[in-house]
């Protein structure tokens, strides 16, 4: 991965050698700079200047079509501006895939879904189910955020009191069970964790650094979690995924957030015929979905980001529902038993 990045750099530098900056964006430069609190190192800003623009004339391009109603949904320029899409998915996309043969696992048996009646809306931040909109900073740790995502509405469902719980516990003391940190993981091995562990500790106790390397702190005096198990849903299956969290609640999930698409995401049912169904890298939580009659264009998955209330809507994403499982959203989807 090292090796990727360092050429990515050169590149990069040789095209910055090559390459003059638009003076008209000079101003724009700098507010954005500012309003990002950025801070670069000796000739880091050039570089990172100019892949500011390009991906600026990106969002302006995708803009303009989606004015033409060739896109359903928007992008902006946001705090993720200065980074190319190679270089933003090997720091921020860190789920780790298993082998799909493997996948079935403590899966519940498709006839259980066959006659669950559901709403045909649902949103569990409506319910108190869902803690604010966190963020992972240059960390991998998505998987992390998704696994205290589901674990922290399944504690509220049991005792009505909605606790934040702590992703530095998982990213400093779930090596043993298979995740590596901020360079990547899986909510299934944060589940196997929290159960053999016997617990998990609140945010508070367990602040989130970002930071790898860090010896385990766990403190049994100050956990606000535990988990007996976990259960998987049917791969690929949207209807399963619509029936688990109507009956569930947030249900940890994985994408394909590889597309600049993705990193710039602003408004609008996000769709992107580009996005795989059987490859996913970035770990969400899905916290409900509107489903319309007999217009399936227009119905999404609410997902729950941990990019910060900067990204999206306010760190929100609507996914294309009953799309032919649009980006995995149905591939990796798990949650805990609690």
């Not at 190679?86 to 921020?92: A, I």
């Not at 006659?115 to 900073?137: A, I, S």
């Not at 900067?310 to 038993?337: E, F, R």
């Amino acid at each position: 991965m090292m090796k990727i990045f360092l050429s990515l750099v050169i590149c990069i530098l040789t095209a910055v050698s090559s390459l003059t900056f638009d003076p008209a964006l000079d101003e724009d430069w700098v507010k954005w700079i500012s309003l990002h609190e950025k801070q670069y190192g000796k000739n880091e800003e050039n570089w990172r200047r100019i892949i500011w623009e390009k991906n600026l004339k990106k969002i302006i391009r995708h803009n303009l079509e989606h004015s033409m109603g060739k896109h359903t949904f928007r992008v902006e320029m946001n705090h993720f501006g200065d980074m190319t899409s190679e270089e933003f998915n090997q720091l921020m996309n860190g789920f780790v895939q298993t082998n799909p043969q493997n996948s079935t696992l403590n899966e519940p048996t498709p006839h259980q879904y066959e006659f669950m009646d559901v709403p045909q809306n649902l949103d569990w931040r409506e319910h108190g189910y869902v803690t604010e909109v966190k963020d992972q900073g240059c960390c991998g740790s998505c998987w992390a955020f998704s696994a205290t995502g589901s674990l922290e509405g399944q504690v509220f469902r049991k005792t009505s009191k909605l606790v934040s719980l702590s992703e530095q516990n998982l990213i400093d003391c779930s090596r043993d069970h298979g995740n590596k940190g901020c360079h990547g993981g899986r909510m299934r091995e944060a589940f196997k964790y929290v159960q053999q562990n016997g617990g998990i500790d609140n945010e508070i106790s367990y602040p989130y650094t970002g930071m790898d390397g860090q010896p385990c702190r766990y403190n049994p005096q100050y956990a606000a979690a535990n988990c007996t198990g976990w259960k998987s849903i049917p791969q690929g299956s949207e209807p399963a995924l619509m029936m688990v969290v109507a009956s569930v609640g947030p249900i940890s999930v994985a994408v394909d957030a590889k597309h600049a698409s993705f990193q710039f995401y602003h408004s609008g049912i996000y769709h992107n015929y580009k996005c795989s169904r059987t490859k996913v890298n970035h770990a969400v939580l899905v916290v409900g979905y509107r489903t319309y009659e007999g217009e399936a264009a227009q119905n999404y998955w609410i997902i729950k980001n941990s990019w910060g209330k900067k990204w999206g809507i306010n760190g929100y994403m609507l996914l294309a529902k009953d799309m032919n499982n649009q980006c995995g959203i149905a591939t990796n989807a798990v949650y805990p038993l609690v």
